[in-house]
Nanobody, 122 residues
Framework: VQLVESGGGLVQAGGSLRLSCAASGRSVSSYAMGWFRQAPGKEREFVAVINWSGGSTVYADSVKGRFTLSRDNAKNTVYLKMNSLKPEDTAVYSC????????????????WGQGTQVTVSS
């Protein structure tokens, strides 16, 4: 499975971005899809995960109420809509695939994308 993220960029605080993660090589419709982020000098942290059907999601407390994760299995793609962005959201955002149910640990994921940079200016 190859994962390619897109949609990152520079945005002012309070603004919005929508990240996409497109999978190829095989269907990911039966897998959970998650997003993680890593800021400079910090460890990679969990952001959000969606189950195979899109019916269940889990968010980190730091993004709850601001970020929304969705998926389109027909397009083999997941989307992370990020609203009310803050400078502390600045990081490289990566998507990943997991056979587990709503995993939140990096070791639970099998495939990873290269990531897309999100920079939020104050």
């Amino acid at each position: 499975v190859q994962l390619v993220e897109s949609g990152g960029g520079l945005v002012q605080a309070g603004g919005s971005l929508r990240l996409s993660c497109a999978a190829s090589g095989r269907s990911v419709s039966s897998y959970a899809m998650g997003w993680f982020r890593q800021a400079p000098g910090k460890e990679r942290e969990f952001v959000a995960v969606i189950n195979w059907s899109g019916g269940s999601t889990v968010y980190a407390d730091s993004v709850k109420g601001r970020f929304t994760l969705s998926r389109d299995n027909a397009k083999n793609t997941v989307y992370l809509k990020m609203n009310s962005l803050k400078p502390e959201d600045t990081a490289v955002y990566s998507c990943a695939v997991s056979p587990r149910n709503l995993p939140r640990r990096t070791y639970e994921y099998n495939y990873w994308g290269q990531g897309t940079q999100v920079t939020v200016s104050s």
